[in-house]
C-alpha cells in the first residue's frame, strides 16, 4: 500500500517537473537512483529510446 502512494508522488512529481523542463530533462533523470524510477522519467519526457536502454541495462523485464 505504502510503495503505491510513493509510486503516485514520485509519479506526480516527475509529470510536474517534465513539464516544466521539457527540454533538458536530464537533471532529473541524473537525480534518481533507481533505474525504474529513470525509465519512468524517461518515458513521461518522451524520451522513449533513453527509457528502453536504461531498461534494458537494468535487466527488468518490467521495465522492458
Same mark, same amino acid.
Given at each position: 500500500? $505504502?510503495? !503505491?502512494? +510513493?509510486? =503516485?508522488? $514520485?509519479? &506526480?512529481?516527475? @509529470? %510536474?517537473?517534465? @513539464?516544466?523542463?521539457?527540454?533538458?530533462?536530464?537533471?532529473?533523470?541524473?537525480?534518481?537512483? *533507481?533505474?525504474?524510477? /529513470? +525509465?519512468? !522519467?524517461?518515458? %513521461?519526457?518522451?524520451? $522513449? /529510446? *533513453? !527509457?528502453? =536502454?536504461? !531498461? *534494458?541495462? *537494468?535487466?527488468?523485464? &518490467?521495465? +522492458?
Amino acid at each position: 500500500m $505504502l510503495n !503505491a502512494h +510513493v509510486f =503516485q508522488v $514520485l509519479g &506526480a512529481t516527475i @509529470n %510536474v517537473y517534465a @513539464n516544466r523542463h521539457k527540454e533538458r530533462p536530464d537533471r532529473l533523470i541524473d537525480m534518481l537512483t *533507481s533505474s525504474h524510477r /529513470k +525509465v519512468l !522519467a524517461c518515458v %513521461v519526457c518522451g524520451r $522513449l /529510446k *533513453s !527509457a528502453f =536502454q536504461i !531498461a *534494458s541495462r *537494468s535487466g527488468s523485464v &518490467a521495465d +522492458v
